[in-house]
């Protein structure tokens, strides 16, 4: 299933180390399947991290279709790469290039590169890194991470399904 990626900014006062007010924008991305769902989302993600008002300043879905994560704790910054996939038309014979966009974890540039290299390590299609530029995304809100894959009350998982079904029949 391909992610919607929503792209929400939120406005709120931060208190500086100093303690100091001051107001911020911060920028945040987040999978859901629709504006309002997005919206949601974000709303249910920054009452765990702002205390006070916040209000979201803007909410729109991004052309990201892929991120890549890291286990590295160091890699604490978003990038975001342009990479065209390249393709022969059958007909004409010319070269054709079709752009993804992926968000990747890294700590600086050349380790974004380096992770979004290993990501597509698996693409038996010809492609090019067009670009890789730093973003201002404070956090990335997927739908599962692999820190957290726990089954929803309601459902049950597949292996406990079958077993049961097996003892039925």
Not at 31 to 58: H, L, P, W
Not at 119 to 124: A, I
Request: charged share 35%; glycine share 2%; aromatic share 12%.
């Amino acid at each position: 299933m391909t992610a919607n990626w929503f792209e929400a900014k939120v406005k709120y006062i931060k208190v500086n180390e100093d303690g100091r007010e001051r107001k911020v924008t911060e920028s945040y991305l987040l999978d859901a399947m629709s504006y309002t769902e997005a919206e949601s989302r974000i709303m249910k993600e920054m009452e765990s991290v702002i205390k006070g008002e916040y209000y979201i300043n803007g909410l729109k879905k991004s052309n990201i279709t892929e991120l890549v994560e890291s286990n590295d704790e160091n890699d604490d910054r978003w990038y975001k790469a342009k990479i065209a996939i390249i393709d022969a038309d059958e007909v004409s014979g010319k070269e054709k290039s079709s752009h993804q966009y992926y968000l990747v974890a890294a700590a600086n540039f050349n380790k974004a590169l380096e992770n979004l290299e290993k990501s597509l390590s698996t693409f038996v299609v010809p492609y090019e890194v067009v670009s890789i530029t730093d973003t201002q995304f404070m956090d990335v809100f997927p739908y599962f991470s692999d820190e957290n894959e726990e089954v929803p009350s309601n459902l049950k998982p597949l292996s406990e399904w079958e077993e049961e079904n097996r003892e039925d029949a």
